[in-house]
């Protein structure tokens, strides 16, 4: 069983960054590929962005190419997103997630998740 649990959202303007922060219970963090997601209102899990075990493959939707960047500690137990350039359109509830599998992109092959946090980017 993992528990995470999401940190670092808030109200940013457009442009501007936010960090967030996913730390896991548990002592087999290492294990799990790690995802983050979002879902705004009336809209569908989107895939954000996934990280290998070990924090070597990372990839990206189309839409955050570029400007969000992930990454793990896994003396931590942490997995980070870090959001650059945010648009309005990056308003979301964002849920970080993880996964006993080498790559997933789908939320149904994810098998934890965390609480979300909401990312609100203003015009």
């Known amino acids: 069983q993992v528990q995470l649990v999401e940190s670092g959202g808030g109200l940013v303007q457009a442009g501007g960054s936010l960090r967030l922060s996913c730390t896991a219970s548990g002592r087999t963090f290492s294990s799990y590929i790690m995802g983050w997601f979002r879902q705004a209102p009336g809209k569908e899990r989107e895939f954000v962005t996934g990280?290998?075990?070990?924090?070597?493959?990372?990839y990206y939707g189309d839409s955050v190419k570029g400007r969000f960047t992930i990454s793990r500690d896994n003396a931590k137990n942490t997995v980070y997103l870090q959001m650059n350039s945010l648009k309005p359109e990056d308003t979301a509830v964002y849920y970080c997630a993880a996964a006993l599998k080498s790559v997933a992109t789908s939320h149904r092959e994810y098998d934890y998740w965390g609480q979300g946090t909401q990312v609100t980017v203003s015009s």
């Open positions: 990280i290998s075990w070990n924090g070597v493959n990372t």
